[in-house]
């Protein structure tokens, strides 16, 4: 995964590792919380439709692992530092 800022100057990019969620127990957790983040409004309809739908989800979660940044350096002038460039 990579990550960037708005204006461009830092980001990061994240390694991981996808694994299937196969436990129902964990993937009701995981869809409940997706659904209370994006569609609280429709929660009332939550567990009937668990019991509909579970077996036939597909849940993945990602191991996160090493993560690596960097930004970008601007003189006093604004014009941006490239590498080797020391002020």
Not at 13 to 34: C, F, M, W
Request: aromatic share 6%.
């Amino acid at each position: 995964m990579r990550y960037a800022s708005q204006d461009g100057i830092a980001d990061a990019v994240q390694g991981g590792v996808a694994i299937e969620v196969t436990e129902d127990s964990e993937k009701n957790g995981a869809l409940r919380l997706l659904c209370l983040r994006h569609t609280p409004a429709n929660m009332d309809s939550f567990d009937e439709s668990i019991v509909r739908s579970l077996f036939r989800t597909g849940v993945w979660r990602v191991d996160a692992g090493k993560i690596t940044g960097k930004r970008k350096k601007f003189d006093e002038q604004g014009k941006e530092m490239k590498f080797g460039r020391m002020e």
